[in-house]
């Protein structure tokens, strides 16, 4: 398997721009998660989803963030419009999800930076 | 109130010279404790889960335990190539399915 994918790897955009992420889950794994990861605050989680429904979002900072999944196998992070303190690495990550416990698998990141 | 730390915040070691990192936590109803490893630019890499007490897990230098109030990755006779990021996850039962990350411990091994 070629584990979880991100695109784009790294993205300069400018303020109030929108910019979509995107995310393709290892295959047969039911949750995906999207987490930001920043040198002050690390590594937090904005939502993450179960069988393609949102369950948690309340990591999500504000209304100029939505995420979607339309199918088992494709998600999106949008901003919309784009500020400078959005500027990070977000992370995609997927698990399967038999019970508690099992560990989670992240993408190589798309590194963001809103100028 | 739930809180998962790490310290040291960075360690810096001669190769070969063995050492621990710690990650304590105080959640309800762990169900987890996980340790990733991530290299600058990258995403975290699983390495091990601890569910209870008293477990350990190893791997090749690094081996892992668990308490009831933190955890430790075990280091011996580090190499440069174990310079890395390494980060403690814990999954507890009132966070739902989420993962709630320590801020890592930054280690570097120098020749």
């Known amino acids: 398997d070629a584990g979880v994918i991100q695109s784009p790897r790294h993205e300069v955009t400018e303020m109030g721009q929108e910019v979509t992420l995107r995310c393709k889950p290892i295959s047969g794994h039911d949750y995906l998660f999207w987490y930001r990861q920043t040198m002050m605050r690390g590594l937090e989680l904005l939502i993450y989803?179960?069988?393609?429904?949102?369950?948690?979002d309340s990591g999500m900072p504000e209304d100029r963030f939505s995420a979607k999944m339309p199918n088992a196998s494709f998600s999106t992070l949008k901003i919309q419009p784009s500020e400078p303190r959005d500027s990070a690495v977000y992370f995609c990550?997927?698990?399967?999800?038999?019970?508690?416990?099992?560990?989670?698998?992240f993408g190589q990141g798309t590194r963001l930076t809103v100028v | 109130e739930d809180q998962v730390t790490q310290s040291p915040e960075a360690l810096r070691l001669q190769e070969g010279e063995s050492s621990s990192l710690n990650c304590s936590y105080t959640v309800s109803g762990l169900r987890g404790l996980f340790w990733y490893r991530q290299d600058p630019g990258k995403g975290p890499e699983f390495l091990f889960t601890?569910?209870?007490a008293g477990e350990e897990k190893e791997k090749e230098r690094l081996k892992a335990t668990l308490t009831k109030k933190e955890s430790f990755l075990h280091i011996t006779a580090p190499k440069p190539e174990d310079s890395a990021t390494y980060l403690c996850a814990v999954q507890a039962g009132g966070y739902g399915q989420n993962f709630v990350f320590g801020p890592g411990t930054r280690l570097s091994v120098l020749p």
């Open positions: 990550a997927s698990r399967r999800g038999k019970g508690w416990g099992t560990e989670a698998f």
């Open positions: 989803f179960n069988n393609n429904v949102p369950i948690d």
């Open positions: 601890l569910y209870s």
